[in-house]
């Protein structure tokens, strides 16, 4: 019997919605949905909600058309959903790409720099940022820490380290501000009329309730709870129901506006997300920015722009910018974190 060989691999996650990470730079690993499946198994593989492979944009077909578009799309964020299926992008997975692509020495990142890159979602733009950027109540010496560990000295490690390593250390949070690009009502007529345009059913709630359907280049679902008890007793062990069902399925989030967030002029929420191939999660970072969005539209003109969301796996924060094209981006920003390498044969 022959061994396969060892594929070289890190663990990461954005609050808590965790990743297989790999570096296959000129397309050559097979990766069949069986074998991602594999990777993904948390009892008999690596476990992880999806599998994020880095591949340089040029290698793949589909980075060809992005590279016309935005020729700095060095690299492509391949990302698969725990069940194997190919998704367009995952708003947390961006984030933990890019700290991924740091921490193996493929890019160099000051904070305040931008990057681009590809995915099947689009270009996506990238800067890194403080953590009180997205967490306003972090405190000062924590992003003064993090200004030190990671941009004062990236060049140095960058130098000094063995190979595979890079400016960031196993275990180092970094924070990343993701343009997840333009969001849309999917159906904006029939929510305009009715506040909502689906009907969910879900375990732990009486009573189909209604949602409305948000693509931020993957499609959501966002139901408003009227409070906490309510989403505490979902049960999210089997996917919600969604009528009329969407014809690619869809991430059904469940959400409870608070008081008010840490800032004048910020909103806050919690939410709780069922990911379409996946199950429920502790953050879905596409998925936050859905449901400030709902939350923004059902609350009118007098909405804030800037929401902190609170999610199981933590915070994150959503902002929204005009575009000037008479469309409007959703900005989503928060933390990531390597915590593992290793070698598998799966």
Sequence with gaps: ???????????????????????????????????????????????????????????LPEGEALLEQEPQAEWFMDYRNADGSVAEMCGNGVRVFIHYLRAEGLIELAEGEEIVIGTRGGVKSVVRVSPQTVDPEAAPDQATSAQTTSAQTASAQLDSAPAGRGAVELGEEGHY?????????????????????????????????????????????????????????LDLASAPGVEPAPASGSNVEFVVPMDGGAQEGVGEIRMRVFERGVGETLSCGTGAAAAAAATMFWGGAA?????????????????????????????????????????AAL
Excluded: Y
């Design 303 to 343: 909405a804030p722009k800037h929401w902190l969301v609170d999610i199981p796996g933590g915070r994150v924060r959503v902002s929204f910018q005009d575009a000037g094209n008479g469309t409007e981006h959703a900005v989503l920003a928060g933390p990531a974190v390597i915590v593992a390498r290793g070698d």
């Design 177 to 233: 501000a993701v343009d997840l690009g333009p969001w849309t009502l999917a159906e904006p007529e029939t929510a305009a009329q009715r506040g909502a345009d689906a009907l969910v059913e879900a375990r732990g709630l009486d009573i189909p309730r209604p949602g409305v359907s948000v693509d931020m280049g993957n499609p959501h679902t966002v139901v408003a709870l009227a409070h906490e008890e309510e989403l505490e007793q």
């Design 1 to 59: 019997m022959t061994a396969r060989a060892l594929t070289r691999f890190a663990l990461g996650h954005g609050t808590g919605n965790d990743f297989v990470l790999l570096t296959d730079p000129e397309n050559a690993l097979d990766l069949p949905a069986a074998r991602v499946a594999a990777w993904c198994d948390r009892r008999r593989g690596l476990g992880g909600d999806g599998l994020i492979r880095a591949v340089r944009t040029r290698c």
